[in-house]
């Protein structure tokens, strides 16, 4: 390409990005939970990280938006949205048809599987739960799965957050607990005695942002520069950061 046309292209991308900012809300305030590391949580400083919040701030930067990011608890992170409270929610959330009816979500950004985590001694897999008290964090696919594999042969345990069942399985109050596969091999990397039980499970579980619904606009900018990341390298990046496979 001949210089003069290559600064041309260069010249209408720039224009394309400004003119994309334009549409967006400023600031473009984005909601995550702040309680399921490596995925999002806070340091000593009182800041938000994890992948959700480097995966946020390389879409804000993509889109040249002004962004904010919030913390903000799991049970109330939907109705805040839908109240206007902020714009978009980048925490780890499954995009299911339930959560379709009061919001809409963009393409995925990772796919998720679920785990039984558990004593080394103790159960040996998903089959192995019977009579059983087993964990999961509240309105999540972990939970729903529990219920919907286990109610009537385990006791099933519902948690607020994600750390306060691991802290009830490391001090013996759980015999198991079901999560998203990420969070639980992070955690099982800071402790001893507890392993995966079995295989992942496989429930075609895919990640997506989560806006109010009729915000197309929105929703467009999100999904060009989700594969925006995806093909400049700045999503590899952030991904080998946390992980040592694709969890795309």
Known sequence: MKLSHLLSALALGVSANVALAADLPNPLR???????????????????????????????EEMQANCELVAQDWDGIIPALVANKYDAIIASMSITDERKQTIDFTNKYYSNYLAVIAPTDGAKGP???????????????????????????????LYDTQTAAY????????????????????????VDGFALAGDKIDINDQIGIGIRQGEESLKEAFNQAIDAIRANGKYAEINAKYFSADIY
């Open 167 to 190: 802290a009830d399985l490391q001090a013996g109050r759980l015999d198991a607990m079901v999560s998203d596969i990420y969070p639980a091999m992070d955690w099982l990397s800071t």
């Open 30 to 60: 984005i909601a995550t939970e702040g309680a399921y590391p490596p995925f999002n949580g806070v340091d000593a400083n009182g800041q938000l990280i994890g992948f959700d919040v480097d995966i946020a701030n390389a879409l804000c």
């Open 127 to 157: 089959n192995d739960l019977a009579g059983k008290t087993v964990g999961a964090q509240r309105s999540t696919l972990a939970s729903q799965w529990a219920e919907d594999n286990l109610m009537g042969r385990a006791n099933v345990k």
